[in-house]
């Protein structure tokens, strides 16, 4: 009887996604698969998957590239081709801002990380890929995945301002994410 309860309740439970396509148009055209570590962070993940489920992502900007550093997206307020690029990157989403998930996992090259202001607490919805690795960032700001195909497509993407990373004229966009188990 206990395994049977057992059982039932681990298919009622929810499941978590373990990926993202995203599929990116402008300097870089291609997709990019991202490995989501819901064991490491389970609330940005849910939270991350959630928003792609309801196609929140679609047609958001890359706002925020600096090269050698990282490419950052994830606006869902503000960060939509065609609005005003100027405010792209101070919105987020109308869930709550999440408690950070800091871990062991390293920021290398190719990893996934939860974009915030000064206070750890308030990652929501943008997120950033690194193009270097940025150690400097460990156990300051969570990681929630790693880029397992397409990098070379993040390596295309249209570059900021060398200072700001502020990215002129019309930047690279996510034109479709889609969760994958």
Do not use: C, W
């Not at 439970?13 to 389970?42: H, Q």
């Not at 405010?87 to 190719?110: I, N």
């Not at 790693?146 to 060398?162: A, N, R």
């Amino acid at each position: 009887m206990r395994k049977l309860i057992l059982i039932l309740s681990l298919l009622a439970s929810p499941a978590f996604a373990t990926g993202l396509e995203i599929d990116i148009e402008g300097e870089a055209n291609g997709t990019v698969i991202i490995d989501l570590f819901e064991d490491v962070a389970p609330n940005h993940v849910r939270q991350i998957t959630e928003l792609a489920n309801e196609g929140a992502y679609d047609g958001v900007v890359f706002h925020r590239v600096i090269d050698g550093f990282m490419a950052q997206t994830g606006d869902v307020k503000f960060g939509h081709l065609g609005q005003d690029m100027r405010r792209a990157g101070t919105g987020g989403s109308e869930m709550p801002d999440l408690k950070a998930e800091f871990s062991q996992k390293r920021f290398l090259r190719g990893t996934v990380g939860m974009a915030r202001s000064n206070h750890p607490d308030s990652a929501n919805s943008q997120f950033f890929i690194m193009l270097a690795d940025g150690e400097f960032l460990n156990g300051n700001y969570t990681v929630v995945g790693k880029v397992t195909s397409g990098m070379d497509v993040v390596d295309e993407i249209k570059l900021g301002d060398p200072q700001s990373g502020a990215v002129s004229g019309k930047p690279d966009v996510m034109e479709k994410v889609t969760v994958i188990e």
